[in-house]
């Protein structure tokens, strides 16, 4: 008998790994020490998945103009695990993540792609909240945060069944500029 929950984490892991090793995009000149203000998008998970299931995982890319970068491990180009926090009931200690993160430049948005796996399903009551910085004399407003990529795959909440891709939702999105 095929232990589906078994193959869904360690598929998860491989997949954790393999965009952990795919790298992070450069470019841009502005970087996260010149910071004066905080911008914050949330991502609900609320009504995502159909009933009976839960979102296992999310593929998410938010893009940001050029002005806005994310707080980087020092000496690298990738960004802190601090940067995405997840708000809710589900334990963190059942929850991986990647991220991957490319400067915006004068021309071109950034972005900072989300994978966020939870092998016991997120439940209703949870959201992603990212934390951007702004550069000095740059002002960006809420409208120019985007939510450019959104894929969940859902499951029941015992991993017995996975869905992937899952149906076409609507997730709820949102971003402040503090």
Not at 12 to 30: H, K, Q, R, W
Not at 68 to 84: C, F, Q
Not at 108 to 119: D, F, M, P, W
Not at 130 to 146: E, M, R, W
């Amino acid at each position: 008998m095929v232990n589906l929950k078994k193959i869904f984490r360690w598929h998860a892991l491989f997949l954790l790994f393999v965009f952990i090793l795919g790298g992070c995009g450069s470019g841009g000149e502005i970087t996260s020490s010149a910071r004066t203000t905080k911008a914050k998008t949330s991502l609900r998970t609320a009504g995502l998945a159909s009933p009976g299931l839960v979102v296992g995982a999310m593929e998410i890319v938010i893009a940001f103009p050029y002005g806005v970068t994310v707080e980087l491990i020092p000496g690298t180009n990738e960004p802190a695990r601090s940067v995405v926090t997840l708000v809710g009931s589900t334990d963190p200690g059942m929850t991986l993540n990647a991220l991957t993160y490319v400067a915006a430049t004068p021309t071109t948005k950034g972005s900072l792609k989300i994978i966020y796996l939870n092998a016991a399903g997120f439940t209703p009551a949870d959201s992603l909240s990212v934390q951007l910085d702004i550069a000095t004399g740059f002002f960006p407003i809420a409208s120019d945060f985007s939510l450019t990529k959104f894929e969940i795959v859902t499951m029941t909440p015992d991993g017995s069944t996975i869905n992937s891709p899952a149906p076409v939702l609507n997730p709820v999105f949102t971003a402040t500029v503090i």
